[in-house]
Structures are given as C-alpha cells and as structure tokens.
C-alpha cells in the first residue's frame, strides 16, 4: 500500500500535467463534455492542488482565474473555458510587477533556487530580466485575448497549447544562457 507521502507525490503529478495539457483538455472537452464540464474540471484539479499544501503564486493565480471561469459561466460558456490563459499570463504579470515593488524581484528569488549565493551585481540583471517576464507575459495574455475572442477553438488549442509553451520554453532558456554569459562564475566572485 503506498504511502500518503507517496500518494500526495503521485497527485501532485497528476495535477502539473492536467495543468499542462489544459489547452488539449479543453479543445477535447468543448468538443465531447461541453464548457461546464470543463470549468468544473479545472476547478477540481486546482481545488486539489490546494489541498495538497500548495500556496505557491501559481496557485493563488490559478485559484483566481478559476473563480472568474465560474463567475463568466453564466455569462459566456465558451468565453468561460478559454479564458483561463489570459488570466494566467496577466496573473503571472501583475505577480512578477509585485515583486519589483516587494524585492527581491521574482527572477532574482527563482535564480536563489539555483544558486543562493548570487552576488550583489546580479541584482539589476535579474531586475531587468523580471521586467522582461513581466512584458512577455502581458503579450502572450494579449495574443490569448485575440484567440478567445477572435480565433477559432482550433487557433485557441494551437496557441496556448503549444506555441505559448514553446515560447516560454525558449524565454527561459534564452535568459539561462545569458546569465551564464554575463554573471561571474562561483570561483571568479569576490
């Protein structure tokens, strides 16, 4: 018998896929389930993410963007579903701008992650790389706009299933190699 340990582990899992796989799970949703369905769904997975102990800015993010799904369902159905990456992206924007206001800027706290004794030096790179993030997010939330309210479910799948990932993939590792560039090595600092 596995462990509750284990058990939570396996969950967790589950649950950053299903978060993954949204656009594919709504593209197949809205086509078999219908967008109740759907925004019930989302609304589970990150109910059980919370349960689970997280209380990461993802998850407050999630939690927010779940509760206007609800709130839009009785509006707009469709708009309802595919909402959800614009809240997302906007999210992650007005979490990372709180960061500049609250330092240590959101990069300069993931890059801690990696490596906690970033020197001093670092921290207007990793300023201006946490507003770099902030920009993306704000245009990748504006093109998951255009293909809510303007695209075909087709373009909504294709976007923010696979070249808004694609795009933050490269983002991410864009900036890694250029902080390897630019920053002093651990021996070099001083």
């Known amino acids: 018998?596995?462990?509750?340990?284990?058990?939570?582990?396996?969950?967790?899992?589950?649950?950053?896929?299903?978060?993954?796989?949204y656009p594919l799970l709504v593209w197949l949703g809205l086509k078999y389930?219908?967008?109740f369905a759907v925004?019930?769904?989302?609304?589970?997975?990150?109910?059980?993410?919370?349960?689970?102990?997280?209380?990461?800015?993802?998850d407050l993010v999630l939690a927010l963007a779940v509760i206007a799904a609800l709130a839009l369902?009785?509006?707009d159905a469709r708009t309802a579903v595919l909402i959800h990456p614009v809240l997302v992206n906007f999210g992650f924007?007005?979490?990372?701008?709180y960061t500049l206001a609250a330092p240590p800027p959101m990069v300069e706290r993931l890059a801690r992650i990696l490596d906690p004794d970033l020197p001093a030096a670092a921290?207007?790179?990793?300023?201006?790389?946490?507003?770099?993030w902030?920009?993306?997010?704000?245009?990748?939330?504006?093109?998951?706009?255009?293909?809510?309210?303007?695209?075909?479910?087709?373009?909504?799948?294709l976007y923010n299933g696979l070249i808004a990932y694609l795009l933050i993939g490269a983002m991410f590792a864009g900036e890694l190699l250029v902080r390897r560039r630019i920053m002093p090595k651990k021996g070099e600092r001083a």
């Open 33 to 35: 389930l219908g967008a």
């Open 93 to 97: 924007a007005a979490v990372f701008a």
């Open 73 to 75: 369902l009785a509006i």
């Open 39 to 58: 925004v019930s769904i989302l609304a589970v997975v990150v109910a059980l993410r919370l349960a689970l102990g997280r209380r990461t800015a993802l």
């Open 123 to 132: 921290a207007p790179y990793l300023r201006k790389v946490t507003l770099a």
């Open 1 to 21: 018998m596995p462990s509750s340990t284990a058990s939570a582990g396996l969950a967790s899992r589950l649950i950053a896929g299903a978060s993954l796989l």
């Open 134 to 157: 902030i920009g993306f997010f704000l245009v990748n939330g504006t093109i998951a706009v255009w293909t809510v309210v303007w695209g075909t479910i087709d373009q909504w799948a």
